[in-house]
């Protein structure tokens, strides 16, 4: 079995659902329902892996504070090995609030951990015996930014797979990404971020325009599917309809997925990105961003029960 470190960002979910309405300043609204769950996209991606059957460690920087021990001891509750994750006194962890009207999802974040994570937590030798690296959330993560191209370069060096889900950058400018594409095996990008990092006008121009930079990107397009580029063209897969009750997660279901099915099954990149869909779209049946637990068997089984949904050309 491949060993895959996740490195990034820990954080809490706090998920409000069923908004009567959006915010509104200065006034108090209610909800239906609320959740503590494992948040941020690089702890989800890694409990969706180990859901699928993956062996799946984790790097990253906790506080030493119950939301802290919360993180650390659902993570291995998944069987994620958590040997590698730090403790703070300096910052408390990381939280997200999740405000979620009608389909909508509103995030407000508290950043602690995420921004303090960097470098100095990363001896590069602790690379070694992993057979992928997984990075996430960078943008939020301030002072990691400038060390990532050289755990970038390690792994190319030590022949450690690599792949990346950069989320969304605030600024849109995108730093450091033209130096880290290069040396990525799979680059994870939803639809509106891959048309800012490539200045294309759409999202097919725009995973191909990516192409020339990165030799897989993976377009993820929401209900419709997904694009990824082959080599010389843009392939276009199908989504799977699903009963959505919460998109948390949905991105980094797909992203586990998608690497599972490389390096645990050994399929194609279409066949890889069809599996993927189904983790993704199985994920968006359940609240937050881990409770739907899909293992490798049911993400099959919900393929065969779904027929694709082909997007009009």
Known sequence: MKKVLFTGEINVDIIMGGLESFPVRDREISCSSFELT?????????????????????????????????????MRDFGIDT???????EVNTGVTVNLIHEGSRTQVTYPGTIAEFGS?????????????????????????????????EYA???????????????SEQWRHMAEWMPLLDYLFVNEDEAISISGAENPE???????????????KTGSTGA??????????????????VDTTGAGD?????????????????????????????????FVGG????????????FMKDREPQIPRQ
């Open 38 to 74: 494992i948040g941020s996209s690089t702890a989800i991606c890694s409990c969706a892996y180990a859901s699928l059957g993956g062996d799946a460690s984790f790097l990253g920087l906790a506080g030493n504070d119950e939301y802290g021990n919360y993180m650390v001891s659902g």
């Open 205 to 219: 121009k725009a995973c191909a325009r990516l192409g020339e930079s990165t030799v897989c990107p993976v377009v």
């Open 120 to 152: 100095r937590y990363i001896d590069l030798s602790l690379l070694n015996g992993f057979d992928h690296i997984h990075l996430a959330g960078l943008y939020l993560q301030e002072k990691f930014l400038p060390g990532v191209r050289s755990v970038l």
């Open 83 to 89: 040997a590698l994750v730090r403790r703070t006194d």
């Open 290 to 301: 881990v409770n739907a637990r899909s293992s490798c068997q049911q993400v099959l089984d």
């Open 253 to 285: 279901s797909f992203d586990a997925g998608f690497i599972y099915a490389r390096l645990e099954r050994g399929l194609s990149l279409e066949e890889a990105g069809l599996f993927a869909n189904a983790s993704g779209a199985r994920s968006c049946e």
């Open 156 to 170: 190319r060096e030590h022949g450690i797979g690599t792949s990346l889900d950069p989320q969304w950058d605030e």
């Open 227 to 244: 694009l990824l580029w082959s080599g010389d063209r843009v392939i276009r897969l199908p989504g799977l309809p699903a009963d959505v």
